[in-house]
């Protein structure tokens, strides 16, 4: 069964940083783009960044220049180093698997959450 682990939330100031990570298990994420989303309670649920099999990234743009996605295909994991961070970036992040021609897989995790405080 396939399974995704976020970790590394927490509590930090506005300013700092956090690198979460995401561990992968009953599939090999290499051949997979991977993306983390995040979704404040009560709102929707919106992608922040991915990276594709071959290392492309992408980024919302209220990221852009803060946020760096990476992965470790031979550990089955995927990081969100997250700089400068801001108030409204509090959130609970999400990792996902996206299939081409399916889109993002239809199954959450429990997410990781990360408080900044102004």
């Known amino acids: 069964q396939v399974q995704l682990v976020e970790s590394g939330g927490g509590l930090v100031q506005t300013g700092g940083s956090l690198r979460l990570s995401c561990v992968a298990s009953?599939?090999?994420?290499?051949?997979?783009?991977m993306g983390w989303h995040r979704q404040v309670l009560g709102k929707q649920r919106e992608l922040v960044a991915s990276i594709s099999s071959g290392g492309r990234t992408d980024y919302a743009d209220s990221v852009k220049g803060r946020f760096t996605i990476s992965r470790d295909n031979a550990k089955s994991t995927i990081f969100l180093q997250m700089n400068s961070l801001k108030p409204e970036d509090t959130a609970v992040y999400y990792c996902n698997i996206f299939f081409s021609n399916r889109g993002w897989r239809d199954s959450w995790g429990q997410g990781t959450q990360v408080t900044v405080s102004s």
């Open positions: 009953g599939i090999w994420t290499s051949a997979y783009t």
